[in-house]
């Protein structure tokens, strides 16, 4: 199992290109929101920047609040996310202790990090990658 | 949201009333976007015989089509009537304001009337408020991006902050406005323009989403190009050392303005060099939103604030021009100080280009004993951080009736006390090439008085003929070639990469084949139409003149041809007024 961590975020230029990549490649969108990976900066642009991102957790409080399954727990940590499934009551947005779903008003729906790693060859600076979940965190 | 490949929408905000109506703009196939949609919006809503700071006078921020959809479409364009002009401007900057404008659900923002108190506009896709905001009245330029980031938290990252600072709100005519810290809409008095308006600042949230155009071609498209532009080092110049890789070798060259252009090399080029900059003083290096290239520089000020060992320390940026403009040209051979100038000028709010050169003239009027420290207050003098860095402070508060009339441009200051033929002024404060005839011709007459309309510095550069036909027929074929990417509202440093044909390939399969089709068509109009509007809103182009200081200078050619000059000139003002009104 792997998950998508933001390991360097101090070299982060704040391009965007994660997002945006994401956006595009997974979730099917020009935007900047409806991003499993969303880039912030704590207070303008003197104080460097921060990545929104599932950290997979396990149990997922997402999905345990989840009352269709839209979201189920992914073995090692994180989510599966079936939006087909999912009845639009935001709960899991409200419960994620990082921020990491974004809850896009006009699909309703909720957008979030599944860990496959497509955003990381957009990186310029080499500020996230794809690793293994550490085997005492797994099960 | 839904993009329509026909039509821009603007975003119209009326402050006077305080209401708002998104407009539908026609014909996209014609206007395409940023330099074009802004032109077209003031022949529509503009007032052509009424001044800079008429509330009639529309604020335009636009945006271009493929802004969002590719790497390096990140710029917008700010079309305002300039208040140190008076004639219809653009300036162009970068930041996180062209994707918050996309995906805010907009091509442009149009603002016009005046707000009855000082106001900051809070927008985003399903919001759009005027807020008051008098207590940020007098407010630097941080203080206020400090204040005005508690508007739309729940964006952070995902929004932009601009606004201006004192010398804005003072209508100082070289105000400018400070995009996102670190960027800027720095010609021409946009900063005045806003002022005008009441309005201290703008906050504008990119929270909504688009679906992608059909099919594979835009995703192919997409690799294509973000590859071309990681991959093949052609960005590399621009992340590493950054434009200010250029001081060295345009000294080399005698073609670095240095002590208010009185000379155009210096052997201390080395203390101010890209090299020096990055070697003791860059902190790190930031992008605009969408572009993966990173070139914006961030130094570090490190400042003794007590006797004892305390020290602050700020982030300043920095680029080619405002080291030269604060550096060489005020004869600074000290990297820290041309940071030390930078950051007070950010934090007033000026054009760190027009206040240099300014300064620079007002230091050569004290050498020459045209002004005293009765005018100046503080001593002015070439090489000499301390006086300058209070008389941006004069400049911006409008201290005495000497800095008022310096704050209208060295030219305004200079008519009234002498010294006009010192003042480095090519329709504005000159930009940092003395590469000779071709450069002060373009941008004595040049659209942004700018380098940035026409190459014509690297028509100097490159050819050793004196041939004024061929001169004056690359800046046009050049700017024509600007204005596409102007339009679209990419980087200029990606004209490279977006070449005539890959912009087709580009637009058609970000879904707009109309754009691709009539681009040959729509560069036409759109340059013709900004020359017109320049041209109606007062441009005098029989009326331009060039400085005697610009005919004394020596580069590596040797002396400037006046001769040559003239003959550009003439074929230059021909050809724009043949532009503007047509053949006679
Ligand atoms: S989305 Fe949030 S709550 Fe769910 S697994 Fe990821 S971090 Fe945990
Ligand atoms: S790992 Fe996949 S889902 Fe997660 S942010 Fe990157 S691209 Fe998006
Ligand atoms: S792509 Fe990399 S550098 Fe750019 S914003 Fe994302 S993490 Fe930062």
Same mark, same amino acid.
């Given at each position: ?25 997974v ?24 990545a929104?991102i ?86 | ?18 209401k ?37 006078? +529309? ?8 802004t ?7 710029? %917008? %364009? ?9 004639e !219809?401007?653009?300036?162009h ?21 005046k707000?009855?108190q ?39 990252? &995902? ?36 002022g005008?308006?009441?309005?201290k ?24 190009i973000?590859?071309?532009? =990681? ?26 303005? !240095? ?5 155009? &090399?210096?052997?201390r ?27 914006? &520089? ?59 050169v ?19 207050? %503080? ?61 002060? %011709? ?57 070449? +005539?044909? *890959?912009? *087709?390939?580009?637009? =058609? ?21 900004? !020359?017109?509007?320049?041209?109606k ?18 580069? !590596? ?28």
């Amino acid at each position: 199992m792997k998950r998508l961590e933001a390991v360097r975020m101090e070299q982060c230029i704040g391009c965007h290109s994660c997002s945006l990549a994401c956006a595009r490649l997974v979730h099917k969108k020009l935007s900047w929101n409806t991003a499993g990976i969303r880039i912030s900066s704590a207070g303008g642009l003197t104080t460097g920047f921060e990545a929104h991102i599932c950290v997979a957790c396990d149990p997922a409080p997402c999905a345990e609040v989840c009352p269709t399954e839209a979201l189920k727990q992914r073995k090692g940590g994180g989510v599966i996310v079936t939006h087909d499934k999912c009845i639009k009551c935001g709960k899991c947005a409200e419960v994620c202790p990082v921020d990491a779903i974004y809850y896009e008003t006009e699909s309703d729906l909720p957008y979030l990090c599944i860990h496959c790693g497509r955003c990381v060859p957009f990186c310029p600076h080499n500020c996230i990658e794809l690793r293994d979940i550490p085997a005492r965190e797994e099960g | 949201m839904k993009m329509d490949p026909n039509f821009s929408r603007v975003l119209h905000v009326e402050l006077t009333t305080g209401k708002s109506s998104v407009l539908m703009i026609e014909d996209r196939h014609m206007h395409i976007g940023g330099s074009g949609l802004a032109a077209v919006l003031y022949e529509r809503y503009g007032v052509l015989d009424a001044p800079a700071d008429d509330p009639r006078q +529309p604020l335009i921020f636009a945006i271009g089509p493929l802004t969002g959809f590719y790497p390096l479409m990140s710029k %917008v %364009v700010c079309g305002f009537r300039s208040p140190y002009s008076g004639e !219809w401007a653009e300036s162009h900057a970068g930041g996180r304001l062209a994707l918050s404008i996309r995906f805010a659900g907009y091509d442009a923002l149009m603002i016009t009337g005046k707000a009855k108190q000082l106001s900051a506009l809070i927008i985003g896709s399903r919001s759009c408020e005027v807020e008051g905001v008098t207590y940020l009245r007098g407010k630097d330029v941080f203080a206020t991006g400090k204040f005005l980031r508690r508007f739309g938290k729940k964006n952070s990252g &995902h929004r932009s902050a601009i606004r201006i600072g004192q010398a804005g709100e003072r209508g100082v005519a070289y105000a400018c406005i400070n995009v996102d810290s670190f960027r800027h809409f720095g010609r021409l008095g946009s900063g005045a323009a806003m002022g005008f308006k009441n309005l201290k600042g703008i906050v504008v949230s990119g929270d909504g989403a688009f679906d992608l155009p059909e099919g594979k071609a835009y995703a192919d498209m997409m690799k294509d190009i973000y590859q071309d532009i =990681t991959e093949t080092g052609k960005m590399k110049k621009y992340h590493d050392l950054g434009t200010p890789q250029n001081l060295i070798p345009l000294n080399e060259l005698q073609a670095l303005p !240095w002590n208010n252009l009185q000379k155009t &090399h210096d052997d201390r080029v080395d203390n101010i060099s890209g090299e020096t900059f990055a070697k003791q003083l860059l902190l790190r290096q930031v992008a605009c939103a969408g572009c993966p290239v990173g070139c914006i &520089h961030i130094g570090l000020l490190r400042q003794q604030f007590a006797n004892e060992h305390e020290f602050l320390y700020k982030q300043v940026s920095y680029d080619y021009e405002p080291i030269f403009a604060q550096g060489s040209m005020l004869g600074i051979t000290s990297a820290a100080d041309v940071l030390a100038l930078l950051d007070e000028t950010e934090k007033l709010g000026l054009d760190c280009m027009s206040a240099g050169v300014a300064l620079a003239w007002a230091a050569e009027a004290t050498e020459k004993g045209i002004v005293s420290k009765e005018e100046t207050i %503080v001593d002015l003098k070439f090489g000499e951080m301390k006086g300058f860095l209070n008389g941006l402070k004069f400049i911006a508060t409008g201290e005495n009736a000497f800095y008022q009339a310096l704050s209208r441009g060295s030219m305004a200051a200079a008519k009234l006390y002498g010294g006009e033929e010192f003042a480095c002024v090519l329709g504005q404060e000159m930009a940092g090439y003395a590469t000779g005839e071709v450069f002060f %011709v373009a941008s004595a007459y040049g659209f942004r008085h700018s380098h940035l309309d026409t190459g014509g510095y690297a028509f100097d550069q490159n050819n050793t003929e004196k041939n004024a036909g061929k001169a004056v027929e690359f800046m046009l074929e050049d700017e024509r070639g600007r204005i596409y990417i102007n339009s679209m509202m990419g980087c200029l440093f990606a004209r490279g990469t977006y070449g +005539p044909e *890959k912009l *087709k390939d580009a637009l =058609t399969a970000a879904g707009f084949g109309n754009i691709a089709d009539n681009l040959e068509a729509a560069g036409k109009y759109i340059q013709k139409l900004r !020359w017109q509007l320049k041209c109606k809103t007062g441009f005098d182009v029989d009326a331009v003149k060039i400085p005697k200081r610009f005919t004394e200078v020596v580069t !590596w050619k040797g002396g400037i041809d006046t001769g040559y000059m003239d003959e550009v000139a003439t074929l230059y003002a021909t050809a724009i007024k043949e532009m503007a009104y047509g053949k006679e």
